[in-house]
């Protein structure tokens, strides 16, 4: 899958940071369940690869791939643990060398005209726009769609259920990330009906 099919299989794709290992399936199944087959498992704690890996073989229907990855001895750990895709926070020259000699679906993080730019000299016009509502949320996206048009967002950071749906609006915006499917407390709580509930709700935000 390319990176835009991999973004447009939801409208939501959750920003999943594995604190306890032994709940990543059982996260993924109720996310799967509830219409949310795209699943963002981040680098940000020490179970991130291995929850790849257990995903990746328990859970059918999933498409896992692998967040906060921001260098290229990353890349190739989450490429070899099974992710079809990788997100990055940031963009820049050492990264766009290693993310053309992936064999995986890299979508950068991008927070300023000069950055997409760069990656559209790589070849990359699929990019996660980051932190979205830090760097101008939607009225960047409107800005940055007259100039490059041909450009797709996953915008992410400080989107929330309530304005996840003007985002979807956008001409140039495949999905959103969000960390709002995972709650800690649900998750710890092992209370997998609230997730694939939650997941459910998201999947019907998909405006277009």
Known sequence: MNARDILSAGAVVPVMAIDDIHTAVDLAHALVEGGIPTLEITLRTEHGLKAIE??????????????TVINGEQLKAVEDAGAVFAISPG????FAKA????????IPGIATPGELMLALEHGIDTMKLFPAEVVGGINMLKALYGPF???????????SPDTAPEYLKLPN??????????????????DWAAITRLAREASALKAK
């Open 54 to 67: 257990l995903i990746k073989k328990e859970v059918p229907g999933a498409i896992v791939g692998a967040g």
């Open 91 to 94: 963009f820049n020259i050492h």
């Open 99 to 106: 993310a053309a000699q992936s064999s995986i679906a890299v």
């Open 149 to 159: 048009p041909q450009v797709k967002f996953c915008p992410t950071g400080g989107i």
């Open 173 to 190: 915006v495949l999905c959103i990330g969000g960390s709002w499917l995972t709650p800690k407390d649900a998750v710890k709580n092992q």
